[in-house]
């Protein structure tokens, strides 16, 4: 039983993943190369969902003592599945409305980009704390490496199915696409919602409700949940959890700032169509998968989380190094192999630094531990996108050559991946719980904010 609920949680992550492939695979290169959007402006779409990132602490925490109907994650996953799988399904109408209204457009994808990040950050933050509720300690590990590669599968299955639907791009066939692969997300995400999350007893509900302070319960419970900028307060007081939340952010912005580049780059340099670059997230989640398996199967037995995490940090600064030299000497031979280590290193990375992540929590504030890093996941996307749009489009116009702007930003992104290693060798996780405030100081580090 234990095995199929692992699975059914890995159905909400494909379901999330899906929409990922649409726009950071697909759309992206249609945006910029096809439609000649500018680069700036499809980074401040793509990443405006992410300025709303510090939802998931709120989020997290609500939902720990807030549950509704008897669930305390199930409504939140659902309306989040709703938000971000119904927001993709409306970016190819806003991206063909921009190249011929670009006001209009613009204004109607803060809405179709909004209501795609917000249900993201609905839907990751709910389902990564049901994995760990659901989940013993000691089996974490394991649940998370299925639910990743179960996402990995996904992202290689959907990159290749949307690349052969889209051989011949046409406006129309990209809406049809999104279409359906919009209703496969939604039908997934359900199946795997549905009874997954077993209902409070009534006697455990009762006591929930009695603790609200209209109801005369306990003061300090509430007390202890009372603000967003209280939950802040809490981890950010931490040494360790400070120093793995900017940790997080570089390492992050350096290894998935790129995701609206690669597909749009290959075109641009290589002269690649919209179903070869759409194979390029194909590439990237094979190498990825790999490294999972052999992180799971092998590297996990001889080396230690964060041993895995600077191996997969040094692996995937090398693919970037890979993909900058194969447009400055202009081979795309050596473009492939980047994004393939790229993936690889991406993979070691993910699997270690998500078991770093869920060590990184207590018990007793698994949500906002869980929103609180989810927070600089998507952060850390928000900056290297925008980062990497506005760098591409300045260095192209100031040096008139738009495979100078792309090199300058791989470039930036090595640099930033080997500056996060720097703050991984501060992060001991002994230490961040031999000093993580009991309930009673954070009780009070709440009154206090």
Request: hydrophobic share 55%.
């Amino acid at each position: 039983m234990a095995i199929i609920r692992t699975v059914r949680l890995g159905m909400l992550h494909v379901a999330v993943a899906i929409t990922f492939v649409l726009i950071n695979g697909v759309l992206n290169r249609v945006m910029i190369h096809d439609l000649g959007i500018l680069a700036t402006v499809v980074a401040v779409l793509v990443v405006l969902p992410y300025l709303l990132s510090p939802l998931q602490v709120w989020v997290g925490q609500h939902s720990d003592t807030h549950p509704i109907g008897g669930y305390r994650r199930t409504p939140y996953i659902a309306l989040g599945l709703l938000l971000c799988i119904g927001g993709a399904a409306l970016t190819p109408h806003v991206a063909l409305l921009m190249a011929r209204s670009s006001v209009p457009g613009v204004l109607l994808g803060l809405l179709a980009f909004g209501a795609w990040g917000i249900g993201y950050n609905l839907a990751v933050v709910g389902y990564l704390s049901l994995a760990s509720d659901l989940s013993e300690e000691r089996y974490r590990s394991r649940t998370i490496a299925i639910m990743w590669f179960m996402m990995i599968v996904s992202i290689i299955v959907t990159a290749i199915v949307t690349g052969r639907a889209l051989a011949q791009y046409t406006p129309e066939l990209l809406v049809r696409v999104f279409n359906w692969a919009a209703l496969i997300a939604l039908g997934i995400g359900a199946l795997g919602l549905a009874g997954l999350e077993p209902k409070m007893p009534r006697r455990e509900r009762a006591a929930t409700d009695a603790l609200e302070p209209s109801a005369g319960g306990d003061p300090s419970h509430a007390q202890s949940r009372v603000s967003q900028r209280a939950a802040l307060r809490v981890v950010l007081s931490n040494p360790q959890a400070r120093s793995f939340f900017l940790y997080l952010i570089l390492l992050l912005a350096a290894i998935l700032g790129q995701d609206i580049l690669l597909e749009p780059y290959g075109a641009q340099q290589f002269g690649m169509t919209v179903q070869q670059t759409t194979q390029l997230t194909a590439t990237w989640g094979g190498a990825t998968l790999i490294a999972l398996l052999l992180q799971g199967l092998l590297l996990s037995r001889w080396l230690s989380k964060k041993a895995g995490a600077l191996l997969g940090a040094l692996i995937a600064t090398a693919g970037l190094l890979l993909i900058a030299a194969s447009g400055i000497a202009d081979a795309q031979a050596l473009f492939v192999p980047g994004v393939f280590a790229l993936g690889f290193g991406t993979g070691i990375a993910t699997s270690t630094n998500l078991g770093l992540m869920l060590d990184m929590t207590t018990p007793e504030q698994v949500g906002l531990f869980i929103g609180a890093w989810g927070v600089a996941d998507a952060l850390a996307r928000g900056v290297g996108m925008l980062l990497g749009g506005v760098v591409r489009d300045i260095v192209t116009a100031a040096s008139g050559s738009a495979s100078s702007g792309y090199i300058s930003v791989f470039l930036i992104e090595a640099i930033m991946l080997a500056a996060s290693l720097l703050l991984l060798r501060r992060v001991n996780v002994r230490a961040f719980r031999s000093t993580q405030p009991t309930l009673t100081e954070l009780v009070a580090l709440a009154g206090d904010a």
